[in-house]
């Protein structure tokens, strides 16, 4: 069974630009949830998506966004970055039911520059 | 709020040896869970130990097991005949029971000697 797949793997943008982000669960899993990794505030959670609807959602601007589509395909964005949004994001599936374990992806990591 | 702390930054294991990972937590729920994660230098967080809070055995996978202390609020981490392949960033992680938000600890870099 292929694990979670995340892309692009890395990427350079500039202040005030936005980005998009994308995740593929494992197959069969209907929730994906992102986290933020910086080495000053460590893993941060952003949001959760499970069947298309956001829920949960972490203590983030509105800038950071997502959505999640019909095959649980799951985007991020984030719109006007700053410099501090450069870091490791992570994206984790799991079934989203009483199955709670989360499996992550590889990362995509952002410098904003 | 729900807090999980690590308080060893970094430690060190001669290969072969048992090594001990600590991790505290705070929450006034009753139904959570509480995670190991490890992330090598290829950054792949990767599972390695889950505990129910509703269950009172400690969890083992192979050379990984866990003390679960559930009233000290201590889930701590034991690796057995340590591997070289197991030097990672080790995250300590808690998970509410009525929502799926990871919360973690800030990780112990743990080093295997040969």
């Known amino acids: 069974k292929a694990g979670v797949t995340q892309t692009p793997r890395y990427l350079i943008k500039t202040r005030g630009q936005q980005v998009t982000l994308s995740c593929s669960p494992i197959s069969g899993h209907r929730s994906v949830s992102w986290y933020q990794q910086t080495p000053g505030q460590g893993l941060q959670f952003l949001f959760e998506?499970?069947?298309?609807?956001?829920?949960n959602k972490g203590n983030f601007p509105g800038r950071f966004s997502g959505r999640q589509f019909s095959n649980s395909r799951s985007e991020m964005n984030v719109s006007t970055l700053e410099l501090g949004d450069s870091a490791l994001y992570l994206c984790?599936?799991?079934?989203?039911?009483?199955?709670?374990?989360?499996?992550f992806g590889p990362g995509t990591r952002l410098t904003v520059t | 709020a729900q807090t999980v702390t690590q308080s060893q930054p970094e430690m060190s294991v001669q290969e072969a040896e048992t090594v001990t990972l600590s991790c505290t937590y705070d929450?006034?729920?009753?139904?959570?869970?509480l995670f190991w994660y490890k992330q090598p230098p290829s950054r792949q967080m990767i599972l390695v130990i889950r505990?129910?809070?509703?269950k009172q055995q400690n969890a083992t996978e192979n050379r990984f097991s866990v003390n679960f202390q559930k009233a000290a609020k201590s889930f701590s981490l034991k690796i057995s005949d340590s591997q070289l392949g197991d030097a990672a960033m080790y995250f300590c992680?808690?998970?509410?029971?009525?929502?799926?938000?990871?919360?973690w600890g800030l990780g112990t870099s743990l080093a295997v000697n040969p």
């Open positions: 984790a599936s799991s079934f989203g039911t009483a199955n709670y374990e989360q499996y």
């Open positions: 998506y499970f069947s298309e609807t956001q829920r």
């Open positions: 505990q129910e809070a509703y």
């Open positions: 929450t006034s729920e009753s139904d959570y869970y």
């Open positions: 992680a808690y998970m509410a029971g009525n929502n799926r938000k990871l919360i």
